[in-house]
């Protein structure tokens, strides 16, 4: 059973920074795509930044600021956010595209981890 576990959310003040982490565990042959989302109060959950095999992509409200990384031997997502907004306060959530020769090529999802940036 594949899992992916997300920490590191809190509560920051604007202009601070905060880490996600998400672990990915299981019978996992191959992770091939990763990402972040985010779903905020009252709106729909939104890509936030993604690694493919073209590349990594960045929503425009978070470039230069967000920045994306994997372990691939560690079976880990990051998330490192940079001065923060009260526009970023949501649910993050990790995403994975994962092979396993049970399922063949499954997308999974993490449980979410808040982060509230306020004064």
Known sequence: QVQLVESGGGLVQPGESLGL???ASGSIVAINIVGWYRQAPGKERELVARINNYGTTYDDSVKGRFTISRDSVKKM?????NDLK????????????IYTYREGSVDYWGNGARVTVSS
């Open 77 to 81: 997502i990051y998330l490192q956010m």
């Open 86 to 97: 009260p526009e970023d306060t949501a649910v993050y959530y990790c995403y994975a595209n």
């Open 21 to 23: 982490s998400c672990a």
